[in-house]
């Protein structure tokens, strides 16, 4: 029972971070109808920032503030640069633009930071809180209370607010959100800065549990993907069900099977869930016209 | 005249040939002829996803699992059972073309970006079998690949394999230019441009698109072969997720659907690092900008947009 709650919270904490890469893949393709593969380098660029800026003496909150608006900068610049010009292209392109950018990041920042591991001081201390015979590290708790407190914020967000609104319109309907007056271009450039945001957030907390590089991105953004694709893609509800999932199934692979396979359990999920459930568990039916 | 030559098979064979024959005569060294022969096995391997991305219109992110297992197929077959080393680069071929048989049908019911993350998925898995099954494989640090012996004759240093990859490229080129002028292949430009549409004329679609994914997860398992074997190395890494982007965009940048721009991508995507090895802290940068600035900028690549603008000039 002890190890199974072990699993449950291991598995629960780094599903956390892929509901969170999920959420901004989500956003981003509800938006724009673009997966954006450089998500995971947002990760990166949030936990690899701090790190670098807290070295340079900057205290920890302010340089994981300055590294989100850094994060937020790219995802802005990946917007204007990448994705806008390229407006109409096919998936297949826009796949290979954002895989472009995600491989571009990384090379610019193995050079600006460098090609080590690195991690961050925990925020309360590393000592492990006994919950029914298994432990919790309190970074854990950091990592899921923040991811709760971005979900709710998200939700509120696009619910409650104007501009939220209309990000949900453009979404539904690009055309017909332009002509009751929401500028879409702007919206879509919010939908960018918001994923950044999430993500660098979700690099932050994650990165004193589990160590940060220039290429981390690649792993998380290919789960988190994993995960929205679980939920049904473009469903925000769905992409963190997905990436719970995904972060207990690995969880539970590592511990009851092996700790080899770890990285393939997501895929094994994706391809069961795509041959059985092609949309999904949330996707609704698509019906193609002709 | 000219516009016809411009469109014939025959033309772009005797170019291609006319190329890899006059290259050993240019080149001031055996480095040269070496980065060629790895342009070559690359083009082959890039002709595979011709066939299917170009042709076809289906994307697969998880090719170099292909690659893979051909590669591996040469290092395992000498070195755990004994087997010759040709006959190891066949069974590779048979094995990738089985495999791909099997996964194809349920996999390309998908489309698009479900298509991509699928084959993606597909990809992943076999890069960690290669780096998990250590007692098979090395491990991480992959396995040495004996030395080729054919016929008595030992097949080593560059001009010998640049030669036997040359003439691989040939053929391969060769068989996927008849493949695109055959029935099949009209039928697989047909689903391309709507599956429905095929559907409706009588092409069975889901059994062309998987006759394409066959061919070529085989493609690429028999340039996987040949790589392993040049290099006389195979790591998992060769199967990995970056050398399957590094595939497509080859395919891309080279011009989707040409035979002869899956060679030009794959020489632009080769030779490019060795010539930017000044500037090595920044070869990633570099590929991930390029990929984007093609994508963006020349989104049907090189070859058809040379052939455009010279048939253009010719008219």
Redesign the interface.
């Given at each position: 029972m002890a190890e199974f709650l072990q699993l449950v919270f291991s598995g629960l904490t780094v599903g956390a971070v892929y509901a969170l890469v999920a959420l901004g893949f989500t956003l981003i393709y509800n938006a724009s109808d673009v997966i954006n593969f450089a998500q995971g380098d947002f990760v990166m660029i949030g936990g690899m920032g701090t790190v670098f800026l807290a070295a340079a003496g900057i205290a920890l909150p302010l340089a994981a503030l300055m590294a989100i608006v850094g994060a937020v900068i790219v995802g802005l610049l990946l917007h204007r640069l990448a994705i806008e010009p390229a407006r109409g292209a096919s998936p297949v392109a826009l796949i290979m633009i954002t895989i472009g950018a995600s491989i571009f990041i990384k090379g610019i920042a193995q050079v600006v930071f460098d090609k080590q591991f690195h991690s961050l001081p925990a925020f309360s201390g590393d000592t492990p809180i006994q919950v029914g015979g298994a432990t919790i590290l309190p970074q854990s708790l950091w990592v899921m209370g923040v991811a709760l407190g971005l979900f709710v914020a998200l939700y509120l967000f696009l619910e409650k607010t104007l501009l939220g609104k209309a990000l949900l319109a453009t979404a539904a309907n690009r055309l017909a959100a332009r002509l009751v007056g929401v500028n879409v271009t702007i919206i879509l450039a919010l939908a960018f800065g918001v994923s950044a945001a999430i993500g660098a957030i979700a690099g932050v907390v994650v990165t004193p549990i589990t160590l940060t590089r220039y290429d981390v991105g690649t792993m998380f953004a290919l789960k988190g993907f994993a995960a929205a694709m679980v939920g049904g893609m473009g469903n925000p509800l769905g992409a963190v069900v997905g990436g719970l999932l995904i972060g207990l199934l690995e969880a539970f692979g590592a511990g009851y099977i092996s700790s080899t396979y770890k990285d393939a359990v997501a895929f094994v999920v994706i391809l069961l869930v795509l041959f059985f459930l092609p949309r999904g568990l949330f996707g609704g039916r698509s019906v193609e016209r002709v | 005249m000219a516009a016809k030559l411009l469109n014939s098979r025959l033309a772009t064979l005797v170019f291609l040939a006319i190329i890899i024959g006059v290259i050993p005569y240019l080149a001031p060294s055996a480095f040269y002829l070496r980065v060629a022969a790895v342009v070559w096995v690359f083009a082959l391997a890039a002709l595979g996803l011709t066939v299917l991305?170009g042709y076809a219109g289906q994307?697969s992110?998880g090719h170099a699992g292909f690659l893979g297992i051909g590669g591996y197929a040469v290092a395992i077959g000498p070195a755990q059972f004994g087997l010759h080393p040709a006959l190891c680069l066949l069974i590779g071929a048979v094995i990738a073309g089985v495999l791909a048989f099997l996964v194809g049908r349920?996999?390309l019911?998908?489309k698009?970006?479900?298509l991509?993350?699928?084959t993606?998925?597909?990809g992943?898995?076999l890069s960690?079998v290669f780096h998990?099954e250590s007692q098979w494989t090395g491990g991480p640090d992959g396995m040495q690949v004996a030395r080729v012996t054919l016929f008595g004759w030992r097949l080593s240093g560059s001009a010998n394999w640049y030669w036997v990859t040359g003439g691989a490229l040939l053929i391969g080129a060769w068989l996927a230019l008849n493949i695109g002028a055959s029935p099949t292949g009209r039928a697989l430009k047909a689903l391309h441009d709507?599956e429905?549409?095929a559907a409706g004329s009588g092409i069975d679609v889901s059994a062309k698109k998987l006759a394409a994914f066959v061919i070529g997860a085989v493609y690429a398992a028999v340039a996987g072969g040949l790589l392993a074997a040049m290099n006389g190395l195979i790591t998992p890494d060769a199967a990995g997720?970056?050398h399957s982007?590094e595939l497509?965009?080859m395919v891309?940048i080279g011009g989707l659907g040409s035979v002869l721009g899956a060679v030009v991508g794959a020489a632009f995507l080769v030779v490019l690092p060795q010539a930017l090895t000044f500037m090595h802290?920044?070869?990633?940068?570099?590929?991930?900008?390029?990929?984007?600035a093609f994508?963006?900028?020349l989104?049907a690549g090189i070859v058809p947009t040379v052939r455009k603008w010279l048939l253009e000039r010719l008219s």
């Open positions: - | 991305m994307v992110l349920p996999i019911k998908l698009g970006y479900y991509a993350i699928a993606l998925g597909f992943v898995i960690l998990s709507s429905v549409a997720f970056m982007i497509v965009a891309i802290d920044y070869e990633q940068a570099v590929l991930g900008f390029l990929i984007m994508m963006i900028f989104p």
